[in-house]
């Protein structure tokens, strides 16, 4: 079974700085890695899908890039509304532990 | 536009079995596979495994394996996940998701409470 691993677990910065989240799978997942965000008591929220294609009504300040075991998701800005947990997920398997981007 | 609307809270004794169901709206039901997540207080998301409406195939986690039972009924787009041999460890909040290669609708949750 591959196993995704995110890090760093929290990312701690201030609104309008660049987030860099990563995730690397155990082995090749190929481009099919997907990015979701989550806030407190809601359900998650579909980012990114096969690794950089960014899913309806998402913002272009966030991005997705990678292959294989590597992925990276980008937010160029951080908005106060995405501050959140991130979690990568490999097509139909496990997600990561999810990496938390709090207000510094 | 697409709806998933899951039932209600449950609260079960340990040893029981629990059936969640998740119901389609604004789509084609059989066009899109069904991912069942679920989360416990404060931890990550953990993925259970998956259905095909329209062949009605599955795929489980190996964790769930022999636990879990993924079923749907077509005529009313509903999709249903059934765990069995509950333990405390298994309260969580279970979702089901649409998936065509990646979960972009969710439903609201389900929180299922194992409790003695």
């Known amino acids: 079974e591959i196993v995704l691993t995110q890090s760093p677990a929290t990312l701690s910065l201030s609104p309008g700085e660049r987030a860099t989240l990563s995730c690397r799978a155990s082995?090749?997942?190929?481009?099919?890695l997907a990015w979701y965000q989550q806030k407190p008591g809601q359900a998650p929220r579909l980012l990114i899908y096969d690794a950089s294609n960014r899913a309806t009504g998402i913002p272009a300040r966030f991005s997705g890039s990678g292959s294989g075991t590597d992925f990276t998701l980008t937010i160029s800005s951080l908005e106060p509304e995405d501050f959140a947990v991130y979690y990568c997920?490999?097509?139909?398997?496990?997600f990561g532990q999810g990496t938390k981007v709090e207000i510094k | 536009q697409v709806q998933l609307v899951q039932s209600g809270a449950e609260v079960k004794k340990p040893g029981a079995s629990v059936k969640v169901s998740c119901k389609a709206s604004?789509?084609?039901?059989?066009?899109?596979?069904i991912n069942w997540v679920r989360q416990a207080t404060g931890q990550g998301l953990e993925w259970m495994g998956w259905?095909?409406?329209?062949?009605?195939?599955?795929g489980y986690a190996q964790k769930f394996q022999g636990r879990v039972t993924m079923t749907r009924n077509t005529s009313i787009s509903t999709a249903y996940m059934e765990l069995s041999s509950l333990r405390s460890e298994d309260t969580a909040v279970y979702y089901c998701?649409?998936?065509?290669?990646?979960?972009?609708?969710w439903g609201q949750g389900t929180l299922v409470t194992v409790s003695s």
């Open positions: 997920q490999q097509r139909h398997r496990a």
């Open positions: 259905m095909n409406p329209n062949s009605g195939n599955t």
């Open positions: 082995q090749s997942v190929s481009s099919y």
């Open positions: 998701a649409r998936s065509g290669g990646a979960a972009d609708y």
């Open positions: 604004g789509y084609t039901f059989t066009s899109y596979d």
